[in-house]
């Protein structure tokens, strides 16, 4: 049945006109194991396995080429996009990756090797270095030539860069721009009055995603210290970068250290390595709420029914600080607030947690009063003294779990770490612990001399 399908791809791949799509060859192949996938991808001619090894989906494009004959691999991989194929080299054991680049044309090789030194979450990790580039002062039926010549040679053409003598970036001109103007007008003419907005190789791609959105830009310059180009970050590099930072911050979100690949392809030990650090460290914080408790053991056996809203309490505590880290979280990644906030947020959570705290309160109140007078349960005689006690403790409780919640993702981006780490189940075991103690000293200043 395997070598039916093998057989059936292998078909699709010789069949431009009734194959599959190129999508659904990368699933396909995905399907195979590796060495099957390999075997297939060799029955194709080199511009449908270019199209293949070129689309981000393909996530063992590393494992299939280094399966291939060295000749073989070599070739597709000076076809491939050269952003693309840095990916899937970095991905590649550093022996196996090595073997593959001595082989590239030199002018391949040095553009991946450029792409390699920088971090794959930078602009320069993103950018391909395949951009069209034409002296400013040429007409734009020259660069009309100019792109005709070189187009197969190029990934994308977005827009055209235009270079002073000295190789600087003094402005780009959108394809659309070129199409339409006069054949022999200057194309610096098209760009007067607009400055290039260009990126440095060191920009984070949640800034450059940022900046593509807000100028609805197709492709973003990469340029060096002397503003000359090194390459393009286009908008399909940024949207594949973003779906993984934010796959990832998800699941540090969700206290899971983020993993390597999709979820059914990561083995049992690896999931449970992922887990078990954070579930761990959740563990052992939340023996200080057993600690908490023990600390008030007298006033829990003197006054068991406040033992019956513990829950209560808890939870409501660190579903409010839940809600605040994921709003600042998400606040801070699309650059919304800046660290320098921190007090303007503090002023919108205090009284927030407040007005939140409040309502609960009120609830909690109305609980207990409505059980008490139907008569579903007798809280005692000090039954109003009880319900004052959670309802005040539900708004300090909700009060401080907001302005944690809150103020967490800035410490943490502060001290360096990824605000993404204030992980819900981490708020909620921070108010858990001070919820109590919130808690009890309520009570201890209410029922004191009645209960206590």
């Known amino acids: ?35 099957e996938a390999a075997d297939a991808l ?27 004959a060295p000749a073989r691999a070599v070739a597709l991989l000076s076809q491939m996009s050269e952003d693309r194929a840095a990916d899937v080299l970095s991905d590649m054991e550093e022996e196996d990756a ?11 090789r040095a553009s991946i090797e450029t792409l390699l030194r920088w971090p794959p979450d930078s ?74 907005i260009t990126v440095a190789p060191t920009t984070d791609r949640e800034e450059v995603a940022h900046l593509i959105r807000r100028h609805d830009l197709l492709a973003l310059p990469v340029v060096d210290e002397q503003g000359r180009p090194m390459g393009i970050v286009t908008v399909d590099d940024v949207l594949d970068a973003l779906v993984a930072a934010y796959t990832e911050d998800t699941q540090k979100f969700g206290g899971v250290e983020a993993l390597d690949g999709p979820y059914l392809e990561t083995g049992f030990l690896a999931m449970i390595r992922k887990r078990a650090g954070w579930l761990s460290i959740l563990f052992f914080s939340e023996m200080l709420t057993a600690s908490a408790m023990q600390h008030f053991e007298s006033e829990l056996e003197r006054a068991v029914v406040l033992t019956l809203f513990i829950p209560l309490i808890m939870s409501s505590g660190g579903n409010s600080g839940s809600q605040a880290t994921s709003l600042i979280i998400r606040a801070l990644a699309l650059g919304q607030v800046r660290l320098r906030d921190w007090w303007r947020v503090a002023l919108r959570e205090l009284p927030a947690g407040m007005a939140l705290g409040a309502i609960l309160g009120l609830l909690g109140m109305a609980r207990i009063a409505l059980w008490q007078t139907l008569g579903f349960y007798d809280y005692g005689p000090h039954w109003v003294l009880v319900a004052t006690t959670v309802g005040t403790g539900l708004v300090g409780i909700v009060t401080f779990g907001s302005l944690a919640g809150s103020m967490l993702p800035f410490l943490l981006q502060r001290m360096g770490f990824d605000p993404a780490s204030a992980s819900a189940p981490f708020v909620a075991t921070l108010v858990d612990v001070t919820g109590l103690v919130i808690y009890f000293t309520i009570a201890l200043a209410i029922l004191s001399g009645t209960l206590l």
């Open 123 to 196: 602009a320069g990790g993103m950018m391909t270095t395949e951009y069209v580039a034409c002296p400013a002062e040429a007409s734009v039926d020259e660069i009309l030539a100019h792109i005709r010549t070189v187009e197969r040679s190029r990934e994308t053409v977005y827009s055209v860069f235009l270079l002073e003598p000295q190789g600087r970036l003094v402005a780009t001109v959108s394809l659309r721009q070129l199409i339409a103007a006069e054949p022999t007008s200057r194309v610096i003419d098209l760009a007067r009055g607009h400055d290039p």
């Open 98 to 108: 090595a073997a593959l680049r001595a082989g590239l044309p030199a002018t391949v």
């Open 1 to 35: 049945m395997v070598n039916d399908l093998i057989a059936g791809v292998a078909a699709g791949f010789r069949s431009s006109r009734r194959g599959l799509s190129i999508a659904d060859l990368v699933d396909t192949l995905q399907s195979l194991p590796v060495e």
């Open 42 to 68: 060799t029955q194709m001619p080199d511009a449908r396995a270019v199209a293949v090894l070129d689309s981000p989906e393909l996530r063992c494009a590393a494992d299939i080429l280094s399966r291939l």
